[in-house]
């Protein structure tokens, strides 16, 4: 039997949308949290786009599907 591990990302209380992540992972290398960290980037960076650009929920889940 393997052990897992579930990392937990939260966003700020003071955003107007916080969001948390859960990661389950084989380890508890601190890789792992830098990777999530890099995917929490890139979706606060299109969610951003998304609000600038004024886009309906169907269209950020299709701009997500792409990346």
Known sequence: MSKSYVWVYRTSKYNTHPAVLYEC?????GDYAKQGETYLRKLFQLETKADEAELSLRERLE???IR
Do not use: N
């Open 25 to 29: 992972t084989l380890g508890r290398s």
């Open 63 to 65: 701009m997500r599907s």
